[in-house]
């Protein structure tokens, strides 16, 4: 049986288009995504789920999220741009099945404050000569949890935050995200089997 994943989004939806991808492409072969969960109406990540046939629902509390999650028995939650802060009751029920990708090497330029555009920002401003994008474990700690995957993305002369955001989605982000979700929706379902 194949892991249920539910990817929770708030604004574009490119991460999540990486794992629709995927799983088209044969390279997300233990999990599949029944669910997307947006935080808001006007995310175009919704547009996204729809193109590709995934159910899909504009969740603004945390209860309506959980209802929705056991309901559709999910097992693997991942947060794809998603911009709301998950309480320490709500990461607490789930130990290792909520993962999230984040846009640095965490632990540089990680924790309250630092999303979006903002991560980038703070690394041009620091003046890092390489970046890149984490996936990581959710826990109670803002970017806190165990990290899962990284890969590092150089930063180019004359970047803007914008130019350097689109490289690190491209090079990191939408490669890193689907791998960990693979390795994640394989390590669960071995654990069902076993
Ligand atoms: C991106 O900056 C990404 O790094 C972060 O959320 C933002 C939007 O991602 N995780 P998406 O296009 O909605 O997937």
């Known amino acids: 049986m194949l892991t249920r994943i ?3 989004v708030s604004g574009g939806g490119t991460n999540l288009q990486a794992l629709i991808d995927a799983r088209r492409a044969g390279a ?3 999990g599949e995504i029944v669910l997307v969960i947006s935080s808001r109406a006007d995310a175009y990540a919704l ?3 729809k193109s590709a046939g995934i159910e899909s629902a504009v969740c603004k509390t945390e209860d309506e999220i959980l209802a929705l999650i ?3 028995k999910i ?3 991942i947060l794809a741009g998603y911009m709301s802060i998950l309480s320490a009751d709500f990461t607490a029920r789930f130990p290792q099945r909520i993962i999230n990708i984040h846009p640095s090497l965490i632990p540089a330029f990680c924790g309250k404050g630092y999303y979006g555009l903002h991560v980038h920002e703070a690394a ?4 890092v000569k390489v970046t890149g994008a984490t996936v990581h474990y959710v826990n109670e700690i803002p970017d806190g949890g165990k ?3 990284q890969k590092a993305v150089d930063v180019e002369p004359g970047d803007t935050p914008e ?6 989605m491209r090079q990191a982000e939408w490669v890193i995200l689907p791998r960990a979700a693979e390795l994640c929706c394989a390590k669960i379902k071995k654990e069902r089997e076993a």
């Open 6 to 8: 539910a990817v929770l």
């Open 28 to 30: 997300l072969p233990s």
């Open 47 to 49: 547009e996204r789920a």
């Open 70 to 72: 056991t309901e559709k």
């Open 75 to 77: 097992d693997l939650i």
């Open 124 to 127: 041009l401003s620091y003046g």
């Open 147 to 149: 990290i899962i995957l």
């Open 163 to 168: 130019t350097l955001q689109q490289r690190v």
